[in-house]
């Protein structure tokens, strides 16, 4: 047995925006903990991000095996720490009650009688004593109080910097200011093509942070908009493509039960929105099981979103639209990992999803059915268009995936995946390796950077 080292270096995992962070991190975080004398604590300043996330799933439980101490804003705003990701979770309650009486505050802080300043101070007061009497129960219940003075322990932190400008990651900007941070985009995407990688006037240049590109697309974006030096700009490609991590995630997974079909076509949740209402997604979903279900006779697996709860409209339109009484005949749900189902299926369906690049990374085509037009705040003059004129979110102007806004393209591209595999998948996977260039063993590049960085500045410190 080895003997254990005494961690020399302190980092933190800032979760924002909640597992979106930690997806991207947890491959860099297992190779940094390979070295042996590291301590990463997981950071949560968003109390939403650890109730969304399902505790049975695949995601929840590989971050529970790498974390240390996990670190997390409560909903009356004090910081806690847990021993581990399960006990924070348990921890950081939220009653319905406590719901009803923010959605009631917040609407009395910036509805429509928020212009009258007394509903507003009492919107303000409603929510104060709401999370007096939420921090009242936690302190009943002696939870582990953090100070977050000892942020500043730490030798580096993991994180994105295009969520440094929200609220609740204030902690980052102004008392963590002087630690060296190490970035990554949260989520897969053509980010390049997105508003916050496209501004008008170069920033004011900053050495504190190294960022690792995904695409060399976004070093402009992270040069002009982010203030990023030369010098601290590094392409990794994709660390969680990685066929080291992919083997471990499947390895690490829950066993398939026996309610996962051998062979089925993916959809990757999202919930409903401004740009998926509820009654489109409902014809979406429709037309989805009329093309996969009844006519090719296929059978659906549907990952759910994080933010599509089980209490809430999405799941209750799953349940209308495919039938409570076919579940578990030619469609279930599950919280694998989408690597482990996206080996399975067939191909994936999403209506916007970062996942479809995964999904290349194992040579997965992906449809995104998703119709925007007539959608003031997507279909106008700025919008993002395709070769036909339509608006498109990045993935779909990228060419990372199928694009279809009706039922008939729908119809012709599942008919091109079934009869005309390779042919199809094709050009999708070369637009993947030409924008993000993969290469194997990007994690390991990207930790062994970050700790010769970091004990480069302990040494100039000294």
Same mark, same amino acid.
């Given at each position: 047995?080895?003997?254990?080292?005494?961690?020399?270096?302190?980092?933190?995992?800032?979760?924002?925006?909640?597992?979106?962070?930690?997806?991207?991190?947890?491959?860099?975080?297992?190779?940094?903990?390979?070295?042996?004398?590291?301590?990463?604590?997981?950071?949560?300043?968003?109390?939403?991000?650890?109730?969304?996330?399902?505790?049975?799933?695949?995601?929840?439980?590989?971050?529970?095996?790498?974390?240390?101490?996990?670190?997390?804003?409560?909903?009356?705003?004090?910081?806690?720490?847990?021993?581990?990701?399960?006990?924070?979770?348990?921890?950081?309650?939220?009653?319905?009650?406590?719901?009803?009486?923010?959605?009631?505050?917040?609407?009395?802080?910036?509805?429509?009688?928020?212009?009258?300043?007394?509903?507003?101070?009492?919107?303000?007061?409603?929510?104060?004593?709401?999370?007096?009497?939420?921090?009242?129960?936690?302190?009943?219940?002696?939870?582990?109080?953090?100070?977050? #003075?000892?942020?500043?322990?730490?030798?580096?932190?993991?994180?994105?910097?295009?969520?440094?400008?929200?609220?609740?990651?204030?902690?980052?900007?102004?008392?963590?200011?002087?630690?060296?941070?190490?970035?990554?985009?949260?989520?897969?995407?053509?980010?390049?093509?997105?508003?916050?990688?496209?501004?008008?006037?170069?920033?004011?240049?900053?050495?504190?942070?190294?960022?690792?590109?995904?695409? #060399?697309?976004?070093?402009?974006?992270?040069?002009?908009?982010?203030?990023?030096?030369?010098?601290?700009?590094?392409?990794?490609?994709?660390?969680?493509?990685?066929?080291?991590?992919?083997?471990?995630?499947?390895?690490?997974?829950?066993?398939?039960?026996?309610?996962?079909?051998?062979?089925?076509?993916?959809?990757?949740?999202?919930?409903?929105?401004?740009?998926?209402?509820?009654?489109?997604?409902?014809?979406?979903?429709?037309?989805?099981?009329?093309?996969?279900?009844?006519?090719?006779?296929?059978?659906?697996?549907?990952?759910?979103?994080?933010?599509?709860?089980?209490?809430?409209?999405?799941?209750?339109?799953?349940?209308?639209?495919?039938?409570?009484? #076919?579940?578990?005949?030619?469609?279930?749900?599950?919280?694998?990992?989408?690597?482990?189902?996206?080996?399975?299926?067939?191909?994936?369906?999403?209506?916007?999803?970062?996942?479809?690049?995964?999904?290349?990374?194992?040579?997965?085509?992906?449809?995104?059915?998703?119709?925007?037009?007539?959608?003031?705040?997507?279909?106008?003059?700025?919008?993002?268009?395709?070769?036909?004129?339509?608006?498109?979110?990045?993935?779909?102007?990228?060419?990372?995936?199928?694009?279809?806004?009706?039922?008939?393209?729908?119809?012709?591209?599942?008919?091109?995946?079934?009869?005309?595999?390779?042919?199809?998948?094709?050009?999708?996977?070369?637009?993947?390796?030409?924008?993000?260039?993969?290469?194997?063993?990007?994690?390991?590049?990207?930790?062994?950077?970050?700790?010769?960085?970091?004990?480069?500045?302990?040494?100039?410190?000294?």
């Amino acid at each position: 047995m080895h003997k254990k080292v005494k961690p020399t270096k302190y980092i933190l995992l800032w979760c924002t925006p909640g597992f979106g962070a930690l997806d991207i991190w947890l491959p860099i975080v297992k190779k940094l903990k390979e070295k042996g004398d590291i301590k990463i604590d997981f950071v949560f300043p968003e109390p939403s991000s650890l109730r969304l996330e399902d505790k049975q799933s695949d995601l929840f439980n590989l971050a529970e095996i790498l974390s240390d101490d996990v670190i997390y804003r409560s909903y009356s705003g004090f910081w806690f720490k847990a021993r581990t990701l399960g006990e924070a979770h348990k921890n950081n309650k939220y009653s319905v009650f406590d719901e009803k009486i923010k959605i009631a505050s917040r609407m009395l802080v910036k509805g429509r009688l928020s212009k009258y300043f007394f509903v507003k101070v009492i919107g303000k007061l409603i929510l104060s004593i709401s999370k007096y009497f939420i921090y009242t129960k936690e302190k009943f219940r002696l939870l582990n109080l953090y100070d977050v #003075n000892l942020f500043n322990n730490a030798d580096g932190i993991l994180y994105d910097i295009v969520m440094e400008h929200k609220k609740v990651n204030k902690e980052l900007r102004v008392s963590l200011k002087n630690i060296p941070k190490f970035s990554m985009f949260h989520g897969l995407a053509a980010s390049w093509v997105m508003d916050q990688f496209i501004c008008d006037k170069f920033v004011t240049k900053r050495s504190d942070v190294t960022v690792y590109t995904m695409s #060399n697309l976004e070093v402009s974006g992270y040069k002009k908009c982010f203030g990023i030096l030369d010098e601290n700009l590094v392409h990794s490609g994709i660390p969680r493509h990685d066929s080291d991590w992919i083997e471990f995630i499947c390895n690490q997974s829950t066993p398939v039960k026996d309610d996962i079909f051998d062979s089925f076509v993916l959809i990757i949740g999202r919930p409903a929105s401004p740009y998926n209402t509820p009654e489109r997604k409902k014809k979406a979903l429709r037309d989805i099981y009329d093309v996969v279900c009844i006519k090719h006779k296929l059978k659906l697996v549907v990952k759910m979103h994080p933010k599509e709860s089980d209490q809430g409209i999405d799941y209750r339109i799953y349940n209308e639209v495919f039938g409570v009484e #076919n579940y578990g005949k030619n469609w279930t749900y599950s919280g694998m990992h989408p690597f482990v189902l996206g080996r399975k299926s067939i191909f994936s369906i999403t209506f916007f999803s970062g996942v479809a690049i995964d999904m290349l990374a194992i040579n997965k085509p992906t449809i995104e059915y998703l119709n925007l037009e007539g959608l003031n705040l997507y279909d106008n003059s700025d919008s993002l268009r395709d070769e036909f004129g339509n608006p498109v979110f990045q993935c779909r102007y990228a060419k990372l995936v199928l694009g279809a806004s009706s039922r008939l393209e729908l119809e012709r591209h599942v008919e091109s995946i079934l009869n005309q595999y390779e042919m199809t998948v094709s050009p999708l996977r070369s637009m993947y390796e030409k924008y993000f260039m993969p290469f194997d063993g990007a994690s390991k590049m990207v930790a062994n950077d970050i700790y010769k960085r970091i004990d480069t500045l302990k040494v100039k410190n000294i």
